[in-house]
């Protein structure tokens, strides 16, 4: 008989669970040390320590998730101060929220040491580069979208300010209780079920964000959206005007960020969810392809676009196919940096005059190119990665946008000609006859100055 799942065995009853055992299905053996250290102060603090969200619901089905979420009945800043006086590393604290973000020490074999656990590896210690800590709280909205009015609570009140019941599961690690797992609101019928359910008839009121963050973890985990869940979440698209762009793009890059982002965004599509951001967004089919395609980092290179984040890539590849005066609006409203909303403009605009720029001369099309941001002809490259005129985009990115006359101002001087706006022109000239083959080498380039200047 093939033994049970963890969700199955917790679904059978087994609520109190072998910490240790557990937890080493999911973390190194270095985190799993870490976070009894972190209980330890929880407890001299004589405050209960849960694991809490995503983390739970993922070790539950099997997933990794590396994303610590540690609530305390008690004071989260504290906390984390005493963590990083005694294990070092820095803190990032939020007073309004009462959360903290500890972000652990570089030196991992030391941090090992201090948390007193040996580790025979040669290499660095396994742990998260930072862990999430929260005070447990209670929330309430004086409207919707708006931020909340936060105070102190118990851990049942954290878990009812949570978005989804699957999202609601607390797992003990100090005290009596210990391996306890904590589920109020039958988190674990709809892991089971497969559902997504929130928590009460105010959820997307209070925070239209959850909306995309349903449509997400629907896409991710393989769920359902529970009917009532999904009727009151059509019944909040109104308030999705009442979110400041900052929120929604970053709700927006981690749709993008997830491997499943294509079915993300055609179910933002056909739930609405997209025109109630803007008027102009949406979500075409011919869209996923480009989506879809895993860029290597070898491209990125060729390109320039190495540092670019992912999502920045991915926003241009997505509104490329749209009017560029509705890309303009939709990126002020989602309150895009000036270089991205260029970058995403630029691109729609290429796309529109691709007809044109197949015509040019390699030089006129190099100089036209030029004027624009890497990351806009890089989506105009993507759009024609299978055809001629990808070739030569190609080309562009890896030797024409590289190519400079043999000669320069220094070889203009020694001819005579008196330093002005006129040496920009002339090496350009040369610059545009090595690019379109009329001069092959030094001493052709040679001859073409001497023509050039003699008029």
Known sequence: ????????????????????????????????????????????????????????????????????????????????????KRFGGRLTPHQSFGTAVW??????????????????????????EFIDLVSARQESYRRP???????????????????????????????????????????????????????????????????????????????????????????SLRFMNQISGERIRRELELALEEEKRVQVLQQMQKLGVLKSIHAGLKWQSAMGALL????????????????????DISFVLWFVQLPASVIAAIT???RFTADMRGGAVAAARLRASEPSLKKLSTSRLVSALEREPLISVFALYLLNSNNKFGQKLQRYAKEWRHIRSHLDGNDLKNLGLKPGPDYRNILERLRSARLDGEVKNVAQEKALLKKVING
């Open 1 to 84: 008989m093939a033994p049970k799942t963890l969700l199955a065995e917790v679904l059978s009853g087994q609520k109190v669970l072998d910490l240790p055992k557990v937890l080493k299905k999911a973390l190194s053996p270095a985190t799993i040390a870490l976070l009894f250290a972190i209980g330890g102060e929880a407890e001299r603090q004589r405050a209960p320590l849960y694991l809490v969200g995503g983390f739970v619901r993922d070790l539950l089905l099997q997933r990794p998730n590396l994303d610590l979420d540690l609530v305390i009945e008690g004071d989260a800043i504290q906390l984390g101060r005493t963590l990083q």
């Open 103 to 128: 972000w652990l020490p570089e030196d991992k074999k030391k941090l090992l040491r201090n948390i007193g656990s040996a580790s025979k590896q040669k290499s660095s210690p396994q742990f998260p």
């Open 145 to 235: 979208g708006s931020l909340p009015d936060v105070k102190f609570a118990d851990i049942r009140a954290d878990q009812y300010r949570r978005d989804f019941t699957i999202n609601a599961l607390a797992l003990c690690l100090t005290g009596l209780r210990a391996g306890q797992l904590l589920d109020p609101w039958d988190g674990l019928r709809d892991l089971r079920r497969g559902l997504l359910r929130v928590l009460h008839s105010k959820s997307f009121s209070d925070d239209p964000t959850r909306i995309l963050r349903a449509v997400r973890f629907a896409a991710r985990l393989k769920f359902k959206i529970e009917p009532s869940t999904l009727k009151q979440l059509k019944s």
């Open 292 to 311: 879809r395609r895993l860029i290597p980092s070898s491209a990125l290179q060729v390109w320039g676009l190495e540092n670019v984040p992912f999502t």
């Open 332 to 334: 002020d409203r989602l």
